[in-house]
């Protein structure tokens, strides 16, 4: 072995993915240790660094091409010994000149004083910060202005980022693609604002609001209405996530999918105040798009949006379906609470999606509106490989038993439907139609029905969101 010529050594070891097989090669010879440790650029540790500070100024004197750090410390504890703190950073940005990639999750000793240090990485291009508590935007500003040649920021739980000029900052550089902000509580619809010009580069949004917080603070209506005489260059936004969103008629986030001419792939969860207009605004604008997903909630009762029709109905997915010939995956799921009576979609409104674009996966949740007679026709879907029937109520083994006749279905997942049973898999047991039939918490479905009815099978039952 340790005559094989470096170049083709360099070459298995560049097709060894997984890190445990690389460190078993690393130890075969002294050779394959030395190409080893100049080949790796990536590495993720956390709980088993320890000392900390020490063990990561070895992996980095033993690594020194990486490009890709991710300290994680889930589930750690005091026992386990200290955690990285701002010291650490400090060595990483000392001794990895390389470094583009830098993911931080769960560090609680971490502050503004570490991201300082890091600012020295000039080409750190994608940061993630997940639950670091001690982070404010003083620290993420000073980190900014160091590292121009941003293009990737997730924010994720950092509650105490209250202010936003790092924001600001980012959009006069004009380098961001890729923006998420999750749970962050200080950070409103309204401060995506400060992006500014910066609108214009970004590819992709993940915008997310605290849940359990939403519905307790009162938002500055103010700070959405800034939004009416702005002018959102986001035409090239290809991907699109919005979850606990205000979004006022006119204004704010509804400005955003007016704009999106090359619109890819869009998430709509639980954002009170969307109308039929602004999706059907968006279809008509954003022909490429792909995938769809819709979480239509049930409470509109906020007084921000109080006198606007609110209900989406049919006349969204029929626009999807009359322009957007390219979509490939649909979700609609309608929040715990919803009634058949109160449904926006019909049965008639989603079909039209089937019917007339290339559908390959779809997936229903809490969607009362689909029943048999949805199920006969997806007979004819002559797209659809992935179906998946969350707490479809109104399917029984009458229309279960249709699916040996879906022309190209391959995979087939059931969670939490009551009325259908073994009864309904019957017609598959044996043909081995499907790739994979995975059942979840479905009561009058059995694992053995379930023998027999696909190559692969994946079965669990927990029956207590019953009770």
């Not at 009634?339 to 049965?347: A, E, I, M, N, R």
Request: hydrophobic share 40%; net charge neutral.
């Amino acid at each position: 072995m340790d005559e094989l010529p470096d170049q083709l050594v360099w070459e298995i070891l560049s097709r060894i993915k997984k890190t445990n097989d690389r460190n078993s090669l690393s130890l075969a010879c002294k050779h394959f240790h030395e190409l080893d440790n100049e080949q790796r650029q990536s590495i993720r540790v956390g709980c088993g660094l320890d000392p900390a500070n020490e063990a990561l100024t070895s992996l980095c004197n033993r690594f020194q091409n990486l490009a890709k750090v991710e300290i994680t410390y889930s589930g750690w504890m005091s026992k386990l010994g200290k955690q990285l703190d701002d010291h650490g950073l400090l060595i990483l940005s000392s001794c990895c000149p390389s470094l583009t990639d830098l993911t931080l999750s769960y560090c609680t000793f971490i502050t503004d004083v570490g991201l300082r240090y890091l600012a020295s990485c000039s080409k750190l291009s994608a940061l993630k910060l997940n639950l670091t508590p001690r982070i404010t935007g003083c620290g993420i500003l000073s980190l900014v202005v160091g590292c121009r040649n941003l293009t990737l920021l997730h924010l994720i739980r950092c509650l105490n980022v209250t202010s936003v000029q790092w924001l600001e900052y980012l959009g006069k550089l004009e380098t961001l693609e890729d923006l998420s902000i999750k749970n962050c509580r200080a950070i409103g619809e309204g401060d995506l604002l400060k992006l500014g010009p910066g609108w214009q580069n970004l590819k992709r949004l993940q915008f997310e609001v605290d849940a359990n917080y939403r519905y307790m603070k009162v938002y500055d209506r103010l700070a959405v209405d800034r939004w009416q005489k702005q002018c959102i260059p986001c035409e090239n936004m290809l991907e699109l996530s919005l979850v606990n969103c205000i979004i006022s008629p006119g204004r704010g986030l509804a400005c955003v999918l007016g704009k999106c001419k090359n619109l890819e792939k869009i998430h709509l969860d639980m954002c009170v105040g969307v109308r039929d207009s602004d999706i059907i605004g968006l279809a008509q604008r954003s022909s490429n798009l792909r995938f769809i997903s819709l979480r239509v909630p049930s409470d509109f009762s906020l007084p921000l949006l109080m006198n606007n029709a609110l209900r989406l109905t049919d006349e969204s997915l029929k626009a999807v379906a009359q322009n957007c010939s390219m979509l490939e995956s649909v979700r609609i799921s309608f929040s715990d609470g919803d009634f058949p009576s109160f449904s926006s979609f019909s049965l008639s409104g989603i079909l039209s999606l089937i019917k007339m674009c290339p559908v390959r996966e779809l997936a229903l949740d809490h969607v009362y509106s689909f029943n048999d007679v949805g199920m006969e026709a997806l007979c004819s879907a002559q797209f659809l490989e992935i179906l998946e029937l969350v707490r479809c109520q109104e399917i029984s083994d009458e229309g279960l038993q249709l699916v040996g006749q879906f022309p190209r279905l391959r995979v087939l997942r059931l969670s939490k439907c009551l009325g259908i049973s073994d009864d309904g898999l019957k017609p598959l047991v044996g043909s081995y139609k499907l790739e994979l039939l995975a059942v979840e918490d479905c009561p009058q479905i059995s694992e053995r029905g379930l023998q027999g009815a696909a190559k692969s099978i994946s079965f669990r039952q927990d029956l207590s969101w019953m009770y």
